[in-house]
Structure formats: C-alpha cells, structure tokens
C-alpha cells in the first residue's frame, strides 16, 4: 500500500534552517510529481512546493520562494524540503503528498503523509 | 496567489443535506476544471473526497458530490452522518505549476 512518511521536523530559531524529509513506499516514486503543502496552527491548508517526477522541474508558493528548495532522490524513494532563513509564519504541520495528473484531467492529490511540525520560535 | 474563499462553516441534521461553496476566480477555478475536495479530521491527514469538480475516488460514498459554476465550485453531501463531521478544503489548479486551497469549512453534523 502506499505509505508517505514525514520527518525532521522540530523546534528552529528564526532565520536558521531545517531539512524535511518524506519516505515512500508502495508505489514508483520516479513516477510521479510530489508536493508539500503546509498547515499552520488551527489554520487551513496551504500549497508550498511541487516538483516533478524525474527532479528537473521545482515550482514555489511566493511565500517561500527563494527560502525553500523542494528535491528528490529517487534511488531512495525520498522527497525533502530544505528550509532556509525560517520565519515564524512558517511553524505548521508539513505534509508530503502524490499527485496525480492526466492527459484529460488531475492536478489532485490522492495520498498524503501524516506530517511533520515545525516550529520556528526563540 | 490568494486563497479560494469559502464559508468559515457550515451545520446540518443527520440525514439533511449541507452544500459548501468554494470562490475563485479567473485565473484558477474558472479557467481550470481541476477542482478537489479534501476531508480533514482533526489532527488527520487530508483525504481527497472529489477530483476534477465531480469526479468521486473509489471508496468515497456517492453521498458526496461536486459541481462548478464560473468561478465558484461546490461540495454537496447529501444524507449526512456523524462522521462527516470534519473540516473540507477545495483546490484548484491555478495555472503556471501552481495550486491553491480554500480557506477551509468546519462542518458541524447537529
């Protein structure tokens, strides 16, 4: 089945730096673009980065472009999530997700991680 | 990229039906018939309820139903049950390579 497992989230200073991973498994990873999509604290869910199947393409929300870098290793099945010069706006939950997209459709996401939280405070 | 707009919440009876708007504009929900729904409870993942506007995954209950109207799309669900209670997000495509959410419905089952 497939599993997206999150990790290395905690507690960082503002303007420090910290490296998400996401782990996955039952399925062809190198088959398939991945997001990571961020929730804050009682808020809702937020879009933050994608990249595609094969790692040659990222795109950024503007709220993090040129902070985060999203990249991938697919000989380890694992998608990660560099982030510089942290802010405290981006403490939330950060979850990994697939999407699917199609010739006649998709641009959805049908399997997501459980997340991890970052916290970004001194 | 601005978030899609919906209700902060919405409430229903058991057995009623409840409808949840999702406001874009042109440049996402209008211009892209890539709406999804997501159900979230809380301190859960996401799970996709609806894709491409109306389309149900398998496993999903054809209780819950999705249409679009120009710029605003919407999540029906349709006998309601205790465990639909939960938060919903829309999403769209918004061109470009990039995605946007709504802000999020807390549906409050009675």
């Known amino acids: 089945q497939v599993q997206l497992v999150e990790s290395g989230g905690g507690v960082v200073q503002p303007g420090r730096s910290l490296r998400l991973s996401c782990a996955a498994s039952?399925?062809?990873?190198?088959?398939?673009?991945m997001h990571w999509v961020r929730q804050a604290p009682g808020e809702g869910l937020e879009w933050v980065a994608v990249i595609s199947y094969d790692g040659s393409k990222e795109f950024y929300a503007d709220s993090v472009r040129g902070r985060f870098a999203i990249s991938r290793d697919n000989s380890k099945n694992t998608l990660y999530l560099q982030m510089n010069s942290l802010r405290a706006e981006d403490t939330a939950v950060y979850f990994c997700t697939r999407e699917i997209t199609y010739r006649s459709g998709g641009y959805y996401f049908d399997y997501w991680g459980q997340g991890t939280l970052v916290t970004v405070s001194s | 990229q601005s978030a899609l707009t919906q209700p902060r919440s919405v409430s229903g009876s058991p057995g009623q039906s409840v409808t949840i708007s999702c406001t874009g504009t042109s440049s996402d929900v209008a211009n892209y018939n890539y709406v999804s729904w997501y159900q979230q409870h809380p301190g859960k993942a996401p799970k996709l309820m609806i894709y491409d506007v109306s389309k149900r995954p398998s496993g999903v209950p054809d209780r819950f139903s999705g249409s679009k109207s120009g710029n605003t799309a919407s999540l029906t669900i349709s006998g309601l049950q205790a465990e639909d209670e939960a938060d919903y997000y829309c999403c769209s495509y918004a061109g470009s390579n990039t995605w946007v959410f709504g802000g999020g419905t807390k549906l409050t089952v009675l």
């Open positions: 039952g399925f062809t990873f190198s088959s398939y673009a």
